[in-house]
């Protein structure tokens, strides 16, 4: 006797899969950031890695007048330098990226091996790149502020007060600042709390807060301890007497300014070896060129766990 109820055989999700070809993306990388500030700097090519900085002496003791119609009034002077000049070098960011020749030979479709190694790899550098040129305590922004350019907050978090006595320190043609997401954070709350909301302005393609017509650039690479941060005030350009980045033109296996990639040659275990090296440096002209905030209040490391792993 046949049974009335017919069973519904299908193929299921788990073994349609076994036919499906997933779609696959290249690697992601969570500690790539924007990197704003090489962006926002100006860059000197240098010839052999050195830059050498001259300044004036004593440029108060440079004598001139406004004459009258007797030209033997007329002062002599002269402008003098200071001696010795100081000299920057680039620095090096290097490292050597090691790739069996199996893996590229075989594994490489849809998305090849040895360009995506090395395109994550040059994000990272470039990383180190914007932390160093922040961080470096040879040449870095913070090493290289002058003590009459460093201001304390009034209160301790940071205020439309504050960031008008940045400008009093940077007035001369102001680029933009730059500080740590959270401290850009914290003073949008004090204006709101103020009832002056600052306006954005729009940079390649996204929002900036700003400040009298400044923008806040933000960047991971500033630090934050115990709950505070710094915002730094720049201006930028070798005309404008500012900060200048450096780098190195004419690399062999040149990828982009200061940046080569060179083959190094297939060992006897078939590793491949590119050697990675992204040259740099950074220089603030005159001091009156950058001024720093220090002690920014942003909140208590408790309160954001995940934001001060830098």
């Not at 017919?6 to 349609?16: E, K, V």
């Not at 360009?115 to 922004?141: A, F, H, M, V, W």
């Not at 005309?239 to 033109?249: A, I, W």
């Amino acid at each position: 006797m046949a049974s009335n109820t017919t069973s519904q055989l299908a193929l299921g999700d788990q073994g349609a899969r076994q036919l499906a070809n997933a779609t696959k993306t290249a690697p992601t990388l969570e500690t790539v950031s924007p990197r704003w500030l090489t962006h926002l700097l100006q860059w000197t090519p240098v010839e052999a890695g050195i830059y050498r900085l001259n300044k004036v002496k004593n440029a108060d003791e440079v004598r001139v007048s406004c004459a009258k119609r007797d030209e033997s009034e007329l002062p002599s002077t002269f402008v003098d330098y200071d001696a010795p000049a100081r000299e920057y070098f680039l620095n090096a960011v290097t490292t050597v990226l090691d790739v069996h020749t199996r893996v590229s030979d075989l594994y490489s479709s849809p998305h090849d091996q040895i360009k995506e190694q090395l395109r994550l790899t040059i994000e990272i550098i470039k990383e180190k790149q914007e932390s160093e040129l922040i961080n470096n305590p040879d040449y870095g922004l913070l090493a290289s502020v002058a003590p009459q350019q460093i201001v304390y907050p009034l209160t301790g978090a940071p205020t439309p007060d504050d960031l008008d006595e940045l400008l009093t320190k940077v007035w001369k043609e102001p680029a933009f600042f730059l500080t740590h997401p959270l401290a850009i954070a914290a003073f949008g709350r004090e204006c709101t709390r103020r009832g002056v909301p600052p306006p954005t302005v729009s940079l390649f393609g996204s929002q900036f807060l700003t400040w009298r017509g400044i923008p806040l650039i933000p960047s991971d690479k500033v630090p934050v301890a115990d709950g505070k941060t710094k915002i730094l005030l720049l201006r930028v350009g070798e005309k404008r007497q500012g900060v200048v980045g450096l780098y190195q033109p004419g690399l062999a296996g040149e990828q982009s300014p200061g940046l080569s990639v060179r083959f190094m040659g297939i060992n006897r275990n078939a590793i491949a070896s590119y050697l990675i090296s992204l040259y740099c440096s950074l220089v603030v002209q005159t001091d009156d060129a950058l001024a720093v905030l220090e002690d920014v209040e942003v909140g208590k490391y408790h309160e954001y766990p995940d934001t001060y792993k830098r």
